[in-house]
Nanobody, 122 residues
Framework: QVQLVESGGGLVQPGGSLRLSCAAS????????MGWYRQAPGKQRELVATVATAGSTNYADSVKGRFTISRDNAKNMVYLQMNSLKPEDTAVYYC????????????????WGQGTLVTVSS
């Protein structure tokens, strides 16, 4: 069994910053693409950013230049640095791993964390 656990959400004023972290656990051998998604109230879940194993990144247009995704493969961690936050960034942020392979040879696809709430408000 593998698991993703997010942390770092909270309340921040417009223009402020937050750093989200996501830890993967469960006898992991490898993880390919990891990403952050978000879901605002009444809206569908949307892509925020992804990072491949080798480090290439992809961002939603709405966060380009403000958010930075990174990962630490040795620690099985992925991060999202969010700067210049806006009220429209308010959402539950979810960590995702496209594919996780364990040391026992099990493959898990489309693994999601439980989400962490980010609220941007004055």
């Amino acid at each position: 069994q593998v698991q993703l656990v997010e942390s770092g959400g909270g309340l921040v004023q417009p223009g402020g910053s937050l750093r989200l972290s996501c830890a993967a656990s469960g006898s992991i051998f490898s993880i390919n693409t990891m990403g952050w998604y978000r879901q605002a109230p009444g809206k569908q879940r949307e892509l925020v950013a992804t990072v491949a194993t080798a480090g290439s990144t992809n961002y939603a247009d709405s966060v380009k230049g403000r958010f930075t995704i990174s990962r630490d493969n040795a620690k099985n961690m992925v991060y999202l640095q969010m700067n210049s936050l806006k009220p429209e960034d308010t959402a539950v942020y979810y960590c995702n791993a496209d594919r996780i392979v364990t040391i026992h040879g099990w493959t898990y696809r489309g693994v999601w964390g439980q989400g962490t709430l980010v609220t941007v408000s004055s």
